[in-house]
C-alpha cells in the first residue's frame, strides 16, 4: 500500500490542483506532509515495537493507514488533504517501522536473506503498480479513487496479520521510550523541511524562513547532545556515525541518492500530463519503466555483492544515475516518449544496482545486536531525503518563473512554458550533481569489513 500510494499520488497532482486548487508549493505538501510524519515517527515507532510487539503496532499502523486514506478521499480542500496525508505518514510509520523485524523474525536465520528478498519484491511491486493502477483509477473513477482503493486492502491485511500471524516476543525490563530525543528530531526534520516551503513562498513569509533553518538546525544540535550524552536508551546510538566509517558514508550515499532521484518522478508526473497533454494512464505506463528496472535488477545486485564489493556497485549504480538524470534535463516540449522511457529504464537499472548493495554494507558494518538500530537509521535516511527531494525540487522550479504563484492544473500551466521548462532542466541538473557527488561519498567509505 505505502509505496503505491507514493507513486500514485505523484501522478494525480496535477488532478488535485484543479480540483481543490492550490499553487505547486501546496500540491507538493500533499507528498511532502506523508514523508514528513512517517521519517519523523520511524525510529519511535520502531523502538516501541521493540518494547511492546511488533504485531499489535504493524495492526494499528496499517487500520491507521486505511482510516487516513478514507479522509484523505473525502477531503474538501488542500488543506484538508495535507493534514489527513500527515495521519497517513504517521500509519505507514507504524508498518515501515515494523515490517521487516516482523517478516525475518517468522523465519530461522538461514532463510533471512529470503525473508528480506520478498520483502523488497513487494516494495518493488507496489512502486511499479503506483503509476499503473494508479493512472487508471485516475482516468476512470477520479483522484479520490487512489485512497479507497487503499481500503479493501488495508482491511484484509490487518485482519490477516491479526488472525493469522504470531510473535515470540520478549519485552526488556525497565525499557524506556527516549521522548526527550524524539521530540528533537521530529522538531528538526520538520523545521528543515517548512523552512524550505517558506522560502518559496511570497515575500512576507520568507522571513521565517531564517527562523525555522536556526529552529532545525538547534533542535538537530540537541537531539545529538540528547542521545550522546543524556538519554540511557537513545533512539539512535551515535557512536555508530562517530565511530564506525562504513555505516556513517553508507548512510550518507543513501541520504544522497534519494535527495537526488526522488523528486525526478514528482518532476516527470508534471511534465508528461501539463507540457505533453498526455492521459495519466499512457504517463504511468511511461513512468513504469524505472521501478520495473529496479524490481528486475535489484535481486541480482544483491546477489553480486555477496562477491563483489558492495561500494564498487552502488558507485557504479549512482554514476549511471547521475548521467540518466542529467540527460534527462534535455528534455523540451518536442521529446519523443520512446526517448525518455530509455532515459528512465537507464535510470532505473543505475537504482537497481545501487540498493541491495548499499543496503549490504550499511547492515554488514553493524554488529548482530544493533541490526535493528542499521534498518531504522536507512529507512529514516530514505524518506527524509525523499521528503527533502520534493522540497528542493519545487523550491528550484518555483524560483525560476517569473509569476509570484505557479499553480498546477490538468493540462494546464499559468506561466509561459519556457520557463516551467527551464526551471524542470535546472532542477534535474542539480539532481544529477547531487547524484555525482554521492559517487564520491561511495567510493571513499573504504572496503566492507562485517562486525560480529
Not at 17 to 42: H, K, N, Q, R
Not at 351 to 363: D, E, K
Request: glycine share 10%; proline share 3%.
Amino acid at each position: 500500500m505505502t509505496p503505491f500510494d507514493t507513486g500514485a499520488v505523484n501522478l494525480a497532482i496535477p488532478f488535485i490542483g484543479s480540483d481543490l486548487g492550490g499553487e505547486l508549493v501546496l500540491l507538493s505538501w500533499v507528498s511532502v506532509a506523508y514523508l514528513l510524519s512517517l521519517t519523523t515517527f520511524l525510529l519511535v515507532f520502531g523502538r516501541l515495537g521493540d518494547m511492546k510487539g511488533r504485531r499489535p503496532l504493524y495492526v494499528i499502523g496499517t487500520l491507521t493507514f486505511t482510516l487516513f486514506s478514507i479522509l484523505s478521499s473525502l477531503s474538501g480542500s488542500i488543506y484538508q488533504l495535507i493534514v489527513t496525508r500527515l495521519g497517513q505518514g504517521i500509519g505507514a510509520s507504524m508498518m515501515s517501522g515494523n515490517s521487516v523485524a516482523l517478516v525475518t523474525s517468522a523465519f530461522p536465520s538461514s532463510e533471512r536473506g529470503k525473508a528480506v528478498g520478498i520483502i523488497t519484491g513487494a516494495t518493488y511491486a507496489g512502486l511499479s503498480a503506483g503509476p499503473v493502477l494508479g493512472g487508471f483509477l485516475i482516468s476512470n473513477l477520479g483522484w479520490r479513487s487512489i485512497f479507497y482503493a487503499n481500503v479493501p486492502i488495508g482491511l484484509a491485511s490487518a485482519s490477516l496479520c491479526y488472525l493469522k500471524t504470531s510473535e515470540t516476543f520478549h519485552a526488556e525490563r525497565k525499557v524506556r521510550l527516549d521522548f526527550l530525543g524524539a521530540f528533537a528530531l521530529m522538531m528538526s526534520l520538520s523545521s528543515v523541511l517548512a523552512s524550505v516551503s517558506f522560502s518559496q513562498m511570497a515575500l512576507a513569509a520568507r522571513e521565517y524562513t531564517f527562523y525555522l533553518s536556526s529552529l532545525g538546525a538547534l533542535s538537530f544540535l540537541f537531539f545529538i547532545i540528547v542521545e550522546s550524552r543524556v538519554a540511557s536508551q537513545p533512539l539512535v546510538d551515535v557512536r555508530l556515525f562517530t565511530e564506525n566509517r562504513m555505516f556513517a558514508l553508507s548512510n550518507l550515499t543513501a541520504l544522497l541518492n534519494y535527495l537526488a532521484s526522488y523528486g525526478v518522478g514528482f518532476l516527470l508526473s508534471l511534465y508528461l500530463q501539463t507540457v505533453l497533454g498526455l492521459d495519466p494512464r499512457y504517463a504511468g505506463l511511461i513512468m513504469l519503466s524505472q521501478p520495473l528496472l529496479m524490481a528486475v535488477v535489484s535481486p541480482f545486485s544483491g546477489h553480486l555483492s555477496d562477491r563483489i564489493e558492495p561500494r564498487f556497485l552502488s558507485s557504479l549504480g549512482l554514476g549511471i544515475m547521475s548521467l540518466a538524470i542529467f540527460s534527462l534535463s534535455s528534455i523540451t516540449n518536442d521529446t519523443k516518449t520512446i526517448a525518455i522511457v530509455l532515459m528512465l529504464v537507464a535510470l532505473g537499472f543505475g537504482y537497481g544496482l545501487f540498493s541491495s548493495p548499499n543496503t549490504s554494507a550499511v547492515m554488514g558494518s553493524v554488529p548482530a545486536e544493533s541490526l535493528g538500530i542499521g534498518a531504522g537509521t536507512l529507512a529514516t535516511m530514505r524518506f527524509f531525503g525523499q521528503s527533502l527531494s520534493l522540497a528542493l525540487v519545487t523550491f528550484v522550479l518555483t524560483s525560476a518563473v517569473s509569476a509570484d504563484i505557479l499553480v498546477v492544473g490538468k493540462g494546464q500551466l499559468n506561466i509561459p512554458l519556457e520557463e516551467f521548462l527551464f526551471g524542470l532542466r535546472t532542477a534535474l541538473q542539480l539532481c544529477a550533481a547531487i547524484s555525482g557527488i554521492a559517487v564520491v561519498v561511495s567510493i571513499s567509505r573504504g572496503r566492507n569489513r562485517p562486525k560480529t
